[in-house]
């Protein structure tokens, strides 16, 4: 399995733009991080990838796990996160004018 790999200095909006992508493509995402910095970034990630992903009627969501990995020899460990994608369900006329509160989650 491939892992979007973030770092204490990857960019949010950077990352958050690839998972928004890999989402509207149907490509499942998981992402790994090594570090308190890194776990930051990738959830600013996900909270910039929410806004671009739910006026187009998806919603994602994460579960976080550790798991022990090598680097350069030695053993780290990463914490994962698997991406859930969820579509929406809109009670109303147009998407550009729901609120959170107006949506429902599948």
């Given at each position: 399995?491939?892992y979007?790999?973030?770092?204490s200095?990857?960019s949010?909006a950077?990352?958050?733009?690839?998972?928004a992508?890999?989402v509207?493509?149907?490509?499942?995402?998981?992402?790994?991080?090594?570090?308190?910095?890194?776990?930051n970034?990738?959830?600013?990630?996900?909270?910039?990838?929410?806004?671009?992903?739910?006026p187009?009627?998806?919603?994602?969501?994460c579960?976080?796990?550790f798991?022990?990995i090598?680097?350069?020899?030695?053993?780290?460990?990463?914490?994962?996160?698997?991406?859930?994608?969820?579509?929406?369900?809109?009670?109303?006329?147009?998407?550009?004018?729901?609120?959170?509160?107006?949506?429902?989650?599948?």
């Amino acid at each position: 399995m491939d892992y979007l790999k973030v770092s204490s200095k990857s960019s949010p909006a950077s990352v958050a733009g690839a998972i928004a992508g890999m989402v509207k493509d149907g490509v499942p995402v998981n992402i790994q991080c090594v570090g308190a910095g890194a776990v930051n970034q990738a959830i600013k990630a996900m909270a910039i990838a929410r806004g671009f992903l739910i006026p187009t009627g998806f919603d994602i969501s994460c579960a976080p796990t550790f798991s022990d990995i090598l680097i350069n020899g030695e053993s780290r460990t990463a914490i994962r996160l698997a991406v859930f994608v969820h579509s929406l369900s809109y009670q109303g006329s147009e998407i550009d004018d729901v609120s959170i509160d107006k949506m429902t989650v599948h």
